[in-house]
């Protein structure tokens, strides 16, 4: 309590989370995979509004990141287990909000059929820390919205599919980010579309293949090479191997890419130069920026010809390099030890 006013703030709103994470025991432990999706669906009671929705979302939410919080400031959790756990309660909440809108939506419009007669998907693709599975106590979520067949849903008020996952997505992003009495679960940020902001907020996958074959650039290789698909979807397999892998990872030596990796690195030095920026952990001289950009440098450069660097988070991508002598020993235990080191910070 004397370590985060959070805690003390939720236990005092709250009082019977803190019974609930130690009756259960998951205080004491780190989770196991998948464990949270039956902990949050356990306390659903048939279906919902979206207002009762969201507030078993959030409250959920904020037993989480106590559970979260309690072990890291007990010392009961590392680093990695911290992100991962913040990463997992991210990707419940995300399924979860989108099996409810989806819901919605189909009760409203009927559900959304492809020109070749099955049902179409809606894909939600987790960016940056998200993707990587380290996010942060405070981070926003960065999401892309696709869809896998254009069509038309079935029901009586018959919308084009690309209408339909519009609205599914608006939806979805209210569900999480709607500021209510018990806050918000996260702020959702989808400006890494095909076209940002001028873009439409769920596009087709041919289209997005399509983009990124004809307007893909090098730094967008940079953020996709984080990208991971949250819910579950047949075709994702495919979307990495034939869309996303050829765009990230050229099949050879890519030293083409140095003149735009020497610009994003120009960038980057003149964001920490600048007054407000230069003893920021994430932005200024020596922060966790920097260290990503490091490793994914090295991974945008390598990873075509070198399987293993293909890696979604950064310290299994420097503990490869390690491996592969493309980064000294010593170099790569200095740059993790910074990294756990700079989000232990930033967390606290």
């Not at 996303?244 to 920490?272: A, C, H, N, T």
């Not at 991508?317 to 980064?327: D, H, I, K, S, Y």
């Amino acid at each position: 309590l004397v370590s985060s006013e959070y805690v003390a703030d939720v236990l005092t709103r709250y009082p019977q989370a803190l019974v609930d994470i130690i009756t259960d025991g998951r205080i004491h432990r780190p989770l196991e995979p998948g464990e949270l999706e039956p902990v949050f669906l356990a306390d659903a009671a048939g279906m919902e509004t979206d207002d009762q929705f969201m507030r078993r979302l959030r409250l959920f939410r904020h037993r989480e990141l106590m559970r979260i919080a309690w072990r890291d400031i007990a010392g009961w959790s590392d680093c990695p287990e911290t992100l991962s756990e913040l990463s997992a309660l991210a990707d419940t909440c995300i399924r979860a909000a989108f099996l409810h809108s989806n819901v919605e939506m189909e009760n409203r419009y009927g559900k959304p059929v492809g020109e070749d007669g099955k049902l179409s998907r809606f894909i939600i693709i987790a960016m940056g820390k998200l993707g990587g599975g380290e996010l942060n106590f405070s981070s926003d979520i960065d999401v892309v919205f696709l869809y896998s067949d254009r069509g038309e849903t079935d029901g009586p008020r018959a919308l084009a599919n690309e209408e339909f996952f519009r609205r599914l997505a608006q939806h979805f992003i209210n569900l999480v980010s709607k500021k209510t009495v018990d806050g918000f679960a996260y702020r959702v940020d989808a400006r890494l579309r095909p076209f940002g902001d001028s873009g439409p907020l769920a596009c087709s996958v041919d289209a997005f293949e399509d983009y990124l074959i004809q307007h893909g650039r090098d730094w967008e290789r940079y953020a996709w090479l984080k990208a991971r698909v949250v819910n579950a979807w047949e075709g994702t397999r495919a979307l990495y191997t034939d869309v996303l892998r050829p765009f990230v990872y050229r099949r050879y030596l890519d030293f083409g890419v140095f003149g735009s990796l020497r610009e994003m690195k120009s960038m980057i030095e003149q964001e920490g130069r600048a007054a407000e920026n230069r003893e920021n952990i994430k932005l200024g001289p020596g922060g966790i920026r920097e260290i990503e950009f490091i490793a994914q440098t090295l991974q945008l450069v390598r990873g075509g010809t070198v399987r293993s660097l293909r890696q979604r988070s950064l310290l299994p991508t420097l503990a490869q390099l390690g491996v592969e002598g493309l980064m000294p020993a010593e170099t790569v235990a200095e740059l993790s030890g910074a990294y756990c080191f700079l989000r232990d910070l930033e967390s606290r």
